[in-house]
């Protein structure tokens, strides 16, 4: 093993060079003119490689990584979908590239407008009163969403609400930014249907509680039909509504959580609303809220007069939650994608992600436990394989999906089930790609039944098989020069 590592990552040699710079025309301009204060010495351990090998090599690792360009991603609650280029080809204009946070607002007008515009647009996807696109992610949109929530009760003098409903199938993140805005989490049960269970969260209403974290398709992808009845109790005891819009993809242009009685929410605009994602690249997580908080939404804001555009720092609002506008390619591309789907099409969305996801519902569950039955929306779960008498298990299931191309959905997530895989394919998949999938699924569960070594040992065709997960994420190793001294030291 240490061997393979060095093949891929030693490429260094002695006195090689990338560019060799020709000796500059005027004098002046030489690098032995310049002071030995303005040198860096050679004493720096850098790899000492041609142009050509450092581009193989860069070019290689990439080969080795799965994307949503190389294959399918059914990755549930993230939604990996295919990111149109022309997004990527509007976003990278010169005029977008050069801009300066720094730069006055007249100088980026079209900027402010298109902040202006895309928080109208997701107003009116949502049914909410107002937007900020200020958050840089998910959570943190949660958390700037709770942290609103919390001064709201603040502002009314009511300091007892401390306490959020979240339901035992909620998304890792909606307990952990209770937790982070200093309250504390009340966990709501499911019924067997997979629902909140209505009598449960009855019993735990009362003037402590801030309010309830939902998302609608829940977190396993099923309808929660008591939606209106739920916000109506939550209301009742002065609690107020947050929406997990991490995913729309089932609501899109059918169904608007401000309709529901959700009163804050945030949105992913690098799941829903396509920008390419993953490996904590840039994200966007925009809040939205109702009439009577968008007092409260985060500085700076971006405001519309007289046909211009300004900033604006309001001294009823949170305060800052994010520098500058530094994810604005985010929200370019969402703003992109929106438009060219435009308000006819942005409707289809919802239903294709559903279809696709019951299609696969429906043809592997012979195969695979379905926990819950019926109508499934965006994204469906399986508690693992129906026989499980050789003792295969989801995680030997997703490895081995590998070797067929696949990225492995989401496992062990919603925690409900032991065994969950969670499957997400979106409305951007094609019949022929979900029945290569459905495929491989069965494939994968009549080799579990017939010889299940080879599932249990998978993957076989990737660079490396399994890692130590637990030993990957408590000692990072970063760099192969690490990972050396790490095998020296274990010998
Ligand atoms: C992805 C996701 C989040 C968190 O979003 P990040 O941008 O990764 O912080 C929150 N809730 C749900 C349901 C999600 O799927």
């Known amino acids: 093993m240490v061997n393979y590592t060095k093949l891929i990552f030693e490429q260094s040699v002695q006195g090689r060079m990338g560019y060799s710079l020709p000796e500059a025309v005027f004098p002046c301009y030489s690098i032995k003119q310049l002071s030995s204060s303005i040198l860096r010495h050679s004493s720096l351990d850098l790899p000492e490689v041609s142009e050509l090998d450092v581009l193989r090599h860069f070019t290689n690792i990439s080969n080795k990584n799965h994307g949503v360009e190389t294959g399918f991603y059914p990755l549930g609650s993230c939604t990996m979908k295919y990111n149109p280029k022309m997004n990527e080809e509007i976003a990278s204009y010169p005029a977008f590239n050069q801009l300066h946070p720094l730069q006055s607002p007249l100088q980026v007008q079209g900027v402010l407008k298109v902040y202006d515009e895309l928080s109208r647009i997701l107003s009116e996807i949502s049914g909410l009163a107002a937007y900020s696109l200020n958050p840089f992610a998910g959570s943190q949109g949660e958390l700037t969403g709770l942290m609103i929530m919390k001064a709201y009760h603040e502002s009314r003098g009511d300091f007892k609400r401390t306490k959020v409903l979240v339901p035992d199938s909620a998304h890792g993140t909606n307990p952990a930014s209770v937790a982070v805005c200093g309250m504390q989490v009340i966990e709501i049960k499911s019924t067997d249907k997979g629902t909140v269970d209505l009598e449960d969260l009855k019993n735990h209403l009362s003037d402590e509680i ?192 590998l070797d067929f191309g696949f990225h492995a959905p989401t496992i062990y997530f919603p925690l409900l089930f032991h065994q969950s895989i969670m499957i997400e394919p979106t409305e951007v998949e094609s019949k022929q790609t979900l029945d290569e999938f459905i495929q491989a699924m069965k494939l994968v569960a009549h080799e579990a039944r017939t010889n299940p070594d080879v599932v249990k040992n998978a993957p076989h065709t990737t660079p490396i098989s399994r890692i130590d997960e637990v030993y990957a994420a408590k000692k990072m190793i970063l760099t192969y020069k690490d990972y050396l001294a790490e095998c020296a030291l274990q010998k």
């Open 210 to 401: 801030a309010g309830m974290m939902l998302t609608n398709p829940n977190t396993i992808g099923i309808f929660e039909k008591d939606i209106c009845e739920i916000s109506k109790v939550v209301h009742e005891t002065g609690g107020l509504m947050y929406y997990d819009g991490a995913n729309l993809n089932a609501l899109l242009g059918m169904a608007r959580p401000g309709d529901m009685g959700f009163d804050i929410m945030h949105i992913n605009l690098h799941k829903t609303f396509s920008t390419p994602h993953g490996g904590g690249g840039p994200g966007s997580g925009p809040v939205g809220v109702v009439e009577k908080l968008v007092s409260f939404l985060p500085n700076p804001r971006v405001k519309h007069q007289d046909g211009m555009y300004y900033v604006e720092h309001s001294k009823d609002a949170l305060g800052q939650v994010s520098g500058f506008f530094g994810n604005f390619k985010v929200w370019l591309r969402a703003y992109v994608y929106i438009l060219s789907l435009g308000k006819e099409h942005i409707k289809e969305v919802g239903p294709l992600a559903t279809l696709n996801a019951n299609y696969i519902k429906d043809s592997i569950k012979d195969d695979y436990y379905l926990p819950i039955e019926g109508f499934c929306m965006h994204e469906c779960v399986f508690d693992g394989l129906i026989d499980q008498s050789t003792g295969v298990k989801t995680l030997d299931v997703a490895k081995r999906l």
